[in-house]
């Protein structure tokens, strides 16, 4: 588990990512927060939001394995795409790359 | 070019998938239908068309690096700058460098040259997807060796 000094750091920079992306108030971005059903962040947006991400931590995180992984019912939307859980994502990618 | 059929690049000149990087030739058609409306009297090749030849020059890097199994789609264009007019006859050096393959995406920095001068320019993100039908991943084939893919491949 990625420690939560880090999980802090990576969720302000993924919140500010998005409020720049998205025209989203960054005061509206909680760890809770559905980056789909809360925030209303659109599949083109979530595209730049996922460049944006893969950059500032030069990782790739494996979106289109997520969505079969929901789309097959092997496990649920929120398990990417609530705040806290993609944070917990994007920091086990950023450990696997070290 | 062929611009009625939106064939906006004639021949893969090389193409580097190491390297991330592709270089295309294009020739301006000293006529065709879209100059007698852009403009009457003043015909020059639209920005728009010169965006696609950008598209279709990475496009063709992004179909070889999929091995042709899934087909980039043009989704967003970021910064494009189109410096000066280009008209009929013109010849064009069209580049595309690899800048991210993302995971269902990708995203290319595509530049236009008369001859050494960059004369337009834009970043260019691409969705992957499957090609939704049989024949179109035959006709891109048979277009992609048109233009030379399999021989470019360095």
């Known amino acids: 588990m990625p420690d939560s000094t880090t999980t802090e750091s990576t969720f302000d920079a993924v919140a500010d990512i998005i409020a720049e992306t998205s025209s989203i108030e960054r005061d509206k971005i909680t760890m809770q927060s559905h980056t789909i059903n809360d925030l209303g962040i659109d599949s083109l947006d979530f595209l730049d939001i996922t460049f944006a991400i893969d950059k500032r931590f030069g990782i790739k995180m494996p979106v289109e394995q997520w969505m079969e992984d929901v789309n097959e019912g092997r496990a649920s939307a929120d398990e990417f795409f609530v705040m806290s859980n993609l944070v917990a994502k994007i920091d086990e990618l950023i450990a696997a790359k070290a | ?154």
């Open chain 2, 1 to 154: 070019m062929q611009l009625e059929y939106f064939q906006l690049v004639d021949r893969v000149a090389t193409l580097d998938l190491k390297a991330g990087k592709v270089e295309c030739l294009a020739q301006v058609p000293e006529t065709s239908t879209i100059f007698e409306g852009h403009f009457p009297d003043h015909p020059i090749l639209p920005g728009v068309l010169l965006v696609e030849s950008m598209a279709q020059t990475s496009g063709f890097m992004l179909l070889a690096l999929e091995d042709f199994k899934r087909l980039p789609f043009l989704i967003q264009i970021e910064s494009a700058k189109l410096r000066t007019f280009v008209v009929p006859g013109e010849k064009l050096r069209v580049t595309g460098t690899l800048v991210h393959q993302g995971s269902g995406y990708a995203v290319t920095k595509g530049e236009i040259f008369r001859e050494d001068k960059s004369i337009a320019g834009a970043e260019l993100r691409f969705r992957i997807m499957p090609f939704p039908t049989e024949g179109l991943q035959a006709r891109v084939r048979e277009r992609a060796e048109e233009v030379g893919l399999g021989e470019a491949v360095g």
